[in-house]
């Protein structure tokens, strides 16, 4: 599947009162055939016979790479992040858990090296990355069904490629599929030096929407306050400053968000919640605290506030692959024009995968961490 530009018009939000994406030529690759030869390739793998602490499970093993089929793609690997999503797979605490044993990762970019002479949409050269959850991109290489990728620019840096089907979607359609914001309505969050809150703030500043963005207090708070504001938060506050009776005051100059995004759970939602304007609704995507969301009866009925989960992979589920592809051309047209960038990235090669996988579990965490390949 090739996202190609001129296949269809985007249907963005009347907020953006402006197509993000002009039209261009539609690249239509020609097919090449592969022929797999008679000894079978090795690759290197990170994989988990079992569920546990990752730094226990996952080991660095050799696998045959499989012969090329018809309808199949031979991939290499260029980078893939280690995510949250990642980890829970890995300890086994996860809605969608692959058959044992299995390769980790769920997200990457890597390039096409060769195709079956069934494969239309992509050639050797294009980048691709996977289209459903579940592949197993930590690897060197991989021979993947066609229909389980998707193509993309290869113009765009390689970290935003990297990272860019899982966190930079899970944003866009938080804020434009549960309220009708207009500009100059605000959003507040927590975790929002998360991959996900980066590209909130980045996505929510495109379509002129006003970002509240609440962080753990730490002991480089006005550091990560300045990066967030480079990104465009209007305001980054630590969850002490939330509870604070002063915010109050703080709503006289800023409109009450109608949308809040949780990805932290027990009492940063209730606050979260505490703050809403009435009739809005606070849409769940994670749980870091491991505590439930708490809404007080007065809230639901005299507010009317409305609670909402969002797992990109259901949304997948309901919705096409065209869908699902004009998404990401979206997101490629905001990343063509400067709007959306990477996280901040730490890149480590395959074979320290140990001191990536500690290092992606610290509280704190200001850098996502790539595996490069």
């Known amino acids: 599947m090739w996202v190609c530009r001129t296949l269809w018009e985007v249907r963005t939000p009347a ?8 039209a261009s030529g539609c690249r239509r690759p020609a097919a090449a055939s592969y022929s797999a030869s008679a000894e079978p390739s090795r690759v290197r793998a990170l994989v988990y016979g079992q569920h546990g602490h990752p730094t226990k499970v996952v080991e660095l093993k050799n696998l045959e790479l499989a012969a090329v089929g018809g309808s199949d793609v031979h991939v290499k690997m260029l980078a893939a992040p280690i995510n949250p999503s990642d980890i829970n797979m890995i300890q086994g605490n996860y809605g969608l858990l692959p058959k044992l044993p299995a390769v980790g990762g769920n997200e990457g970019v890597g390039q096409v090296v060769a195709v079956g002479s069934n494969v239309t949409e992509v050639k050797p050269g294009d980048w691709v990355i996977p289209a459903t959850a579940g592949l197993g991109t930590w690897r060197t290489e991989a021979v ?6 998707l193509g993309i620019p ?26 009708q914001l207009q500009p100059g309505d605000s959003v507040i969050q927590n975790a929002s030096n998360s991959g996900v809150g980066q590209a909130v703030i980045q996505i929510a500043a495109a ?12 002991p480089d708070i006005q550091k990560l306050t300045d990066r967030l504001k480079t990104l465009g938060a209007e305001h980054v506050i630590t969850e002490e400053e939330l509870r604070k009776h002063e915010m109050k005051n703080f709503f006289k100059d800023m409109p009450q968000p109608r949308l ?14 505490r703050h809403l304007a009435p009739g809005g609704t606070m849409v769940t995507y994670g749980g870091m605290a491991k505590q439930p969301v708490i809404a007080s009866v007065s809230q639901l009925i005299f507010k009317d506030l409305k609670l909402r989960g969002f797992w990109l992979s ?15 051309l979206t997101l490629c047209d905001l990343i063509h024009r400067g709007q959306l960038t990477a996280p901040a990235c730490s890149e480590v090669p395959l074979e320290d995968y140990q001191s990536a996988l500690e290092t992606s579990m610290q509280p704190f965490l200001s850098s996502k961490q790539i595996l490069t390949i």
């Open 207 to 218: 379509l002129g929407l006003r970002t509240i963005n609440v962080v753990r207090d730490r």
């Open 260 to 273: 809040a995004l949780n990805c932290v759970g027990g009492k940063s939602s209730t606050e979260l919640l």
């Open 154 to 179: 290869s113009d765009i840096p390689l970290h935003s490629a990297a990272t860019l089907g899982v966190n930079p979607c899970t944003a866009y359609r938080m804020l434009v599929d549960f309220e």
């Open 314 to 328: 259901q949304w997948k589920k309901d919705h096409s692959p065209d869908q699902f592809k004009e998404l990401i």
């Open 144 to 149: 993947f069904s066609e229909e389980v990728l």
């Open 15 to 22: 907020l953006l009162r402006r197509r993000l994406l002009p």
